[in-house]
């Protein structure tokens, strides 16, 4: 799936650049770059910046024009400042991945495109492609270094093609927690507990007990303790009603 | 909004790294940057690599540990690899952003936290944390460059915050609560103060301490207490102390 993918880099000055661009990619699965007329080289110092990417780099497709690099693309889309003279269908990084997701099932390839460091792309280039993308940016300072921008669509592409079915957030509702979650019954063993030694200990007036065990209920439900927090909590509470004297030692 | 949110890059080893963050964090609107025990200094290279973001390098905050970089903050999420020894609310910068854009409009300070370029952060320096975050990547493939991480998360968090305007359920973390949220020094007092009850009830025996702190860390920062929870927890430690008994009355 993210083999269809093609991140192509046009007119690039900065061997550092076509480095980071290849850790960038290869960190989020990609593994194909184009270069498109580089003025930089794939020299030590990028292969340095690549941070042990230098497969992508030894692999890299060298062409003279954008149109070559596009030419077997089902989609292509091009990297963009939000204004251009004549409108294009703009899309955000994450449409722009969902169109991705869509293409590449069906045997498309698919080029993102990135223009100069100086510059970006000319209006010539971005015309060659099926929609744009713009990455949303401080107005005020809008210019992405050029892995960047590869790295966050390179994120997007990742996100909607390998993990978009990954169950949303694991936390203690997941599947990579250590004990099982206390039940309700065993919560509920914790609770009654919790106000007899709070009773015991004099910190509760179970006359004018106020909000006090509805707040720590809040507290303790919200968190959905698992099983062992819940014996440790017991613990606690037992030593609170029975303290063991310091000095008294095992 | 977005100036609640504190970049935290913690030991540092490249000055260009720093750079690249700051570049990365004006691009996303964010300014407010925080350097922990840097082995990095802001020089040339570090205002060369920002790009023009040299006014956050100008400002940034230098401080001697984590604990006083993230003391004033109601919301701490580090990023970390996916496995550790005790698991922890793991979040995907997704849904960081979303936690974020909950706890920010109650006003809350956030902090994202970074790692070492080597090795990221230390268990001990996650456990600080109330979730981690893990940036998805290829799992052959998966140690970011840090200011490239910074970009991923400082771009949801744009997405979040000023484009998007997701609302969710609001929770602990969002405007609906009744009080605000402990700050991590105020949550630190707590662990401090627990730590001693436990200690002083013979419970926690501090010369084979096992795991029960960290897990008791994990259960609090997990929930997030607001003020009155905390001090309702402390006064139950208090009476834990020095138990007032029964028939004792006032």
Redesign the interface.
Known sequence: MLGQIHIVMVNTTHSGNIG?AA??M????LSRLTLVDPIAVVDEDAIQRS???ADILQQVRIVPTLEEAIAGCGLVVGTSARSRHIPWPLL???ECAAKAAQAIPAGNEVALVFGRESRGLTNEELHLCNAHVH????PD?????V??AI??LS?EM??AL??DS?A?????W?V???YPLATHAELDGLFTHMEQA??????LDPNTPKQ?MS??RR??Q??A?DK??VN?LR??LA??QN????G?SS
Chains 1, 2 share one sequence.
Not at 141 to 145: G, I, R, V, W
Not at 198 to 203: V, Y
């Open positions: 980071a850790r960038a290869k960190n989020m699965g941070s042990g990417a955000t990084p994450r990455i949303p940016t401080n300072f809008s210019s992405l270094n892995a960047q790295q966050v994120y990742r996100l390998v993990e990954v949303a957030d694991a936390g203690q997941g990579e927690w250590d709070l009773i015991d200990t004099g910190f006090l707040r720590l507290l303790y919200r968190a303790p062992i927090e440790i613990g606690m030593a609170m303290p063991r004297k310091q008294e």
